[in-house]
């Protein structure tokens, strides 16, 4: 069936101006509004797919660009007479340009009783990348600067730090990076008096998933997620009940909320949606607090309930929305345990490292922009000087590989700035941004190489500074001094001052460019912020890790 534009619109303004949603906040592994009535996630996926790439060879691709749903009113009021006929009480949105002004959609999903579960990161070069993981000033800058946007809105009810970082054992050596991420956002939430979630999306997995789980709702509040999200495609047809369960057993005792944060199997069409029955029944309430369907828009791939017309002003829904809205709107909510019962919070115990886990309990530091700073001041000689490219992210990559390879020829080495999840360790320029990185690798390496002219060019893309140490030494010293000056530990972000919001990767609204979410259940990339110091950070927030010793290339 159709809606008109107008009648869209329509319904959205009514929407507007009605009281502010109540409060959703965790008791025990359970979540209650501020009644003591129990909460449930009965939800959508709403953001168009990006641009992705076929080739991938991780078979998790990236989107390179994206449209913010959350700017774009007109489809807002397009869309939420759909989203009130699903009966949906939440979406999943996955990226946001922080830049632009959500107001119109904010309040007209609040208006209709809608939540937002809103991903911190972007797509392409701001977020913990799964191949090379790190925290840095750059992406607590995009998170914190994502939030402080958010803010004022009364239906955010998650901030996920992350999406499907981790997809194999090898990778849980990101869990440390995703664990600090959770501990300074929530250390900021709770420094701006927000009530807001602070959770992580999780792919499926046979041996590390449990493990990953655990360790990111262990040890302490202050470093636990709130919330546990997982992308869960088991169901898929008619199935049954059977299908979930390893998942039932698996997080019996899990301490904190959970729910399905994407589900809708597509491999044997049609979707019969019959899973909602048995996500929000006695079978499963217990251990899960719903779920978000995927997906509203469209994909490459086959997901996706709706058409949107050419022009961007009409929706035509499928059988598949319309047998989603018959389940949700099946749905009533068990208000069981009472909060009263619910028990007070605790924490998992951490999982003990295995070859199906690899992360260490200790953590990296929090990112902070003085020691970076300090170092980029008065310890670099050679920095990196390439303005001109729109994305330097790739020659950051190559020149950092190249310089950190070279420099192990020279007996130096680029621990300093390297970060290692597995084994705990953490340079003390490790939370610097790509671009310091990048600089500090070059100037170490044209000191090595006695200051010769041609060791700080690299074809092009470096340059010596009039303000250079005056010797060797001197830089050693200073950068030293830096360190000392800023010792690595735990404190809560400030505001991001020297940086503002990038629009680099998203579209305004009514733009050509694509939207979001690769196909649904693998985005964890970002676009990031725009350094006050150089343009070139906007592009360069990609995190190049250190992998043996030498910095890999992405």
Not at 393 to 413: M, R
């Amino acid at each position: 069936m159709r809606f008109s534009q107008a009648f869209a619109a329509a319904a959205a303004l009514v929407a507007v101006g009605v009281s502010a949603l109540p409060k959703v906040t965790r008791t025990g592994r359970y979540l209650y509004q501020e009644d003591g009535t129990r909460f449930y996630i009965k939800g959508i996926a709403y953001q168009e797919q990006g641009t992705v790439s076929s080739n991938d060879p991780s078979g998790f691709p990236e989107p390179t660009d994206y449209i913010d749903p959350l700017s774009d009113a007109n489809g807002c009021n397009r869309d939420l007479p759909y989203l009130k006929q699903l009966g949906v009480n939440a979406i999943r949105v996955y990226s946001v340009n922080s830049a632009l002004n959500h107001d119109s959609c904010m309040q007209a999903l609040s208006g209709a009783g809608i939540y937002v579960i809103l991903d911190l990161a972007l797509p392409v070069n701001g977020s913990i990348d799964r191949a090379s993981p790190a925290w840095t000033t750059n992406l607590l800058d995009l998170y914190v600067g994502t939030i402080d946007a958010f803010s004022k809105y009364d239906n955010v009810l998650a901030y996920n730090v992350g999406n499907e970082v981790v997809i194999d054992p090898a990778g849980t050596v990101a869990a440390p990076f995703i664990k600090a991420a959770a501990r300074d956002v929530k250390a900021y939430l709770k420094s701006k008096g927000s009530s807001a979630l602070v959770s992580f999306a999780s792919t499926d997995g046979d041996t590390w998933r449990t493990a990953l789980a655990e360790y990111l709702a262990c040890d302490t509040d202050a470093t636990s997620i709130d919330l546990y999200g997982f992308n869960n495609y088991r169901w898929c047809g008619a199935g049954s009940l059977a299908n979930y369960n390893s998942v039932l057993s698996d997080f019996q005792n899990f301490p904190i909320p959970a729910y399905f944060s994407e589900f809708g199997c597509i491999k044997s069409p049609p979707r019969l949606w019959t899973e909602v029955a048995v996500l929000f029944g006695e079978e499963m309430v217990d251990n899960w607090s719903g779920g978000v369907a995927f997906s509203y828009f469209p994909t490459a791939d086959g997901f996706g309930m709706v058409t949107i017309s050419s022009d961007g002003s009409s929706v035509t829904t499928s059988d598949d929305f319309n047998r989603l809205q018959t389940q949700y709107t099946s749905v009533s909510f068990i208000n069981s345990p009472t909060q009263s019962v619910a028990g007070s919070n605790t924490q998992a115990t951490c999982p003990a490292k295995s070859d199906a886990f690899l992360g260490s309990t200790t953590l990296p530091p929090t990112p902070v922009h003085n020691v970076c700073n300090c170092l980029e001041k008065n310890a670099f000689s050679c920095v990196f000087s390439n303005t001109n490219s729109k994305n330097t992210s790739p020659i950051i990559g190559t020149l950092l590989n190249y310089a950190c390879s070279q420099l192990g020829t020279l007996g130096g080495s680029c621990l300093p700035i390297g970060a290692d999840g597995g084994a705990g360790t953490y340079g003390p320029f490790s939370v610097c941004d790509p671009s310091t990185k990048l600089s500090y690798a070059l100037s170490e390496y044209y000191e090595l190489s006695n200051r010769q002219a041609a060791s700080c060019n690299f074809d092009g893309n470096a340059t010596v500074i009039s303000t250079a140490p005056a010797s060797a030494q001197a830089a050693d010293a200073a950068a030293s001094s830096c360190a000392s000056a800023n010792p690595a530990g735990t404190q809560v972000p400030s505001d991001p001052t020297s940086t503002s919001p990038s629009t680099q990767g998203a579209a305004s609204p009514g733009a050509t460019q694509s939207g979001s979410i690769s196909n649904g259940t693998k985005n964890n990339g970002a676009a990031g912020f725009v350094d006050a110091r150089s343009a070139l950070i906007a592009v360069a927030a990609s995190v190049i890790g250190l992998a043996g010793g030498m910095f890999v290339l992405l």
